[in-house]
């Protein structure tokens, strides 16, 4: 079973920058597709960016050009970068993990809020 747990939330002003960390616990991290998504108040869930065992990553158009994902195999840890953030950014933000073989996220993490100010 997948565990994921996020942390680096918080409340910024509109072009500040924060880092948000998810630790990946439970099974082989290599063999899974880690993203990253977003809920804000009445919207539905979106995918913000999604990064491969291999490195190749995916943002959305909202955020490309300023957020920025990784991946740490020795510490089985993701990243997102955020610069640049605008108010439109606030929202939780969540963890999320898929076997490479499969085209569904399964594994969650319980969210942290990110919240810019203009």
């Known amino acids: 079973q997948v565990q994921l747990v996020e942390s680096g939330g918080g409340l910024v002003q509109a072009g500040d920058s924060l880092r948000l960390s998810c630790v990946f616990y439970?099974?082989?991290?290599?063999?899974?597709?880690m993203g990253w998504f977003r809920q804000a108040p009445g919207k539905e869930r979106e995918l913000v960016a999604e990064i491969t065992s291999g490195g190749s990553t995916y943002e959305a158009d909202s955020v490309k050009g300023r957020f920025i994902l990784s991946r740490d195999h020795a510490k089985n840890m993701v990243y997102l970068q955020m610069n640049s953030l605008k108010p439109e950014d606030t929202a939780i933000y969540y963890c999320?993990?898929?076997?490479?073989?499969?085209?569904?996220?399964?594994?969650w993490g319980q969210g942290t809020q990110v919240t810019v100010s203009s």
């Open positions: 439970g099974q082989t991290f290599s063999l899974y597709v």
């Open positions: 999320a993990a898929k076997h490479r073989s499969t085209s569904i996220y399964e594994y």
